[in-house]
T-cell receptor
Framework: DQQVKQNSPSLSVQEGRISILNCDYTNSMFDYFLWYKKYPAEGPTFLISISSIKDKNEDGRFTVFLNKSAKHLSLHIVPSQPGDSAVYFCAATYFGNEKLTFGTGTRLTIIP | GAVVSQHPSRVICKSGTSVKIECRSLDFQATTMFWYRQFPKQSLMLMATSNEGSKATYEQGVEKDKFLINHASLTLSTLTVTSAHPEDSSFYIC??????????FGQGTRLTVV
């Protein structure tokens, strides 16, 4: 039972354009969401998070949007840079639960 | 941000031997650490939750006797893959939760069993 889904396994975006990565979840208990970036043979790096009391959180080039009614969140990267090429995982959890549930990841490729 | 250090980054071992992987939180105390395994082109699969001073909690399907976890202190958790087989070859990653709830990950360990 995949509670966190990233339906696009890969995405290619031109350098300078906006990259939009999507994530859907099914568990209504989730109230905290995170995005991670991962390079091959390395551990994931935390990017940005959002609590369910918000619908938007911004940090530099990264913005995460949360639509609770649709159980959907997205990560916007603008402008996209070649160094953004990596696999992006969304993750979800809820208050009192220490575990994170990860999506399957989206491989983002930025085309110079 | 918080730093989690994992060692070694790569290890090759022979079938039947055991391998120990260390995970350290360098600038904060982590009462709980997590061990993940990642297969090629797949998501991170939680193997177990490591609790300082008590037994680890394993996810369904993970063999406790094969993947021994020890969380001896607030800054160190170890995963020992015992009697390793080629199918244990994988990328193993540890993480610890920070004060704001975000998880910080180690660099990962690429285990190859030959």
């Amino acid at each position: 039972d995949q509670q966190v889904k990233q339906n696009s396994p890969s995405l290619s975006v031109q350098e300078g354009r906006i990259s939009i990565l999507n994530c859907d979840y099914t568990n209504s208990m989730f109230d905290y969401f995170l995005w991670y970036k991962k390079y091959p043979a390395e551990g994931p790096t935390f990017l940005i998070s959002i609590s369910s009391i918000k619908d938007k959180n911004e940090d530099g080039r990264f913005t995460v949007f949360l639509n609770k009614s649709a159980k959907h969140l997205s990560l916007h990267i603008v402008p996209s840079q070649p160094g953004d090429s990596a696999v992006y995982f969304c993750a979800a959890t809820y208050f009192g639960n220490e575990k994170l549930t990860f999506g399957t990841g989206t491989r983002l490729t930025i085309i110079p | 941000g918080a730093v989690v250090s994992q060692h070694p980054s790569r290890v090759i071992c022979k079938s039947g031997t055991s391998v120990k992987i260390e995970c350290r939180s360098l600038d904060f105390q982590a009462t709980t650490m997590f061990w993940y395994r990642q297969f090629p082109k797949q998501s991170l699969m939680l193997m177990a939750t490591s609790n300082e001073g008590s037994k680890a909690t394993y996810e369904q399907g993970v063999e406790k006797d094969k993947f021994l976890i020890n969380h001896a202190s607030l800054t160190l958790s170890t995963l020992t893959v015992t009697s390793a087989h080629p199918e244990d070859s994988s990328f193993y990653i540890c993480s610890a939760r920070g004060f704001m709830g975000e998880a910080f990950f180690g660099q990962g360990t690429r285990l190859t069993v030959v």
